[in-house]
T-cell receptor, first 113, second 112 residues
Framework: EAQVTQNPRYLITVTGKKLTVTCSQN?????MSWYRQDPGLGLRQIYY???????DKGDVPEGYKVSRKEKRNFPLILESPSPNQTSLYFC????????????FGQGTRLTVV | SQQGEEDPQALSIQEGENATMNCSYK?????LQWYRQNSGRGLVHLIL?????REKHSGRLRVTLDTSKKSSSLLITASRAADTASYFC????????????FGGGTRLMVKP
């Protein structure tokens, strides 16, 4: 089954403790992206990657890191999480080129206390 | 930055009625897409309309695009309780490849 898989689905952590949210897709998509969703703000893009070893900042990259060592994986790293990073995070993938739909993971609800 | 802005923010209708949601955007686009999100779940792609298209249909969905007004509308006909969800428009601009910019969404509630 074609899917984007995120782990974990839920995470509660403390301020400053490094964490990684994994994202994997099995559709051989070149493009992958991370979004955060907050009430009243819709979805905002954090980072995206057009292919292996190619990453770029989205609208809200501060406090986040990503890597794209393999085509299928695009982990999101929070080196020193803060409470304002409490949010619902989504990973998405798609084929490159304009006019292609994005496939979303089920989301990771992160709480930083 | 939010490229798309949906209107209304929330909509409540009875089963069988039609639901219309609008989206406005600010810059030139390559295409506009509509997504659906069930509460707290991932977004699911519904339909894509290109900048040179004016109307598109998919089942009970009808999407229109007016590039002169920088706006789009999503019409769901004969709504069902299962259509209850949030609906988002997303724009793809010519300078950003796959990058999609989402609006704040419309929360639709369909009462049985």
């Amino acid at each position: 089954e074609a899917q984007v898989t995120q782990n974990p689905r839920y995470l509660i952590t403390v301020t400053g403790k490094k964490l990684t949210v994994t994202c994997s897709q099995n559709m051989n998509h070149e493009y992958m992206s991370w979004y955060r969703q907050d009430p009243g703000l819709g979805l905002r893009q954090i980072y995206y990657s057009m292919n292996v070893e190619v990453t770029d900042k989205g609208d809200v990259p501060e406090g986040y890191k990503v890597s794209r060592k393999e085509k299928r994986n695009f982990p999101l790293i929070l080196e020193s999480p803060s409470p304002n990073q409490t949010s619902l995070y989504f990973c998405a993938s798609g084929r490159t080129g304009y006019g292609t739909e994005a496939f979303f993971g089920q989301g990771t609800r992160l709480t930083v206390v | 930055s939010q490229q798309g802005e949906e209107d209304p923010q929330a909509l409540s209708i009875q089963e069988g009625e039609n639901a219309t949601m609008n989206c406005s955007y600010k810059t030139s686009i390559n295409n506009l897409q509509w997504y659906r999100q069930n509460s707290g779940r991932g977004l699911v792609h519904l339909i894509l309309i290109r900048s040179n298209e004016r109307e598109k249909h998919s089942g009970r969905l009808r999407v229109t695009l007016d590039t002169s007004k920088k706006s789009s509308s999503l019409l769901i006909t004969a709504s069902r309780a299962a259509d209850t969800a949030s609906y988002f428009c997303a724009t793809a601009t010519n300078n950003a490849g796959n990058m999609l910019t989402f609006g704040g969404g419309t929360r639709l509630m369909v009462k049985p």
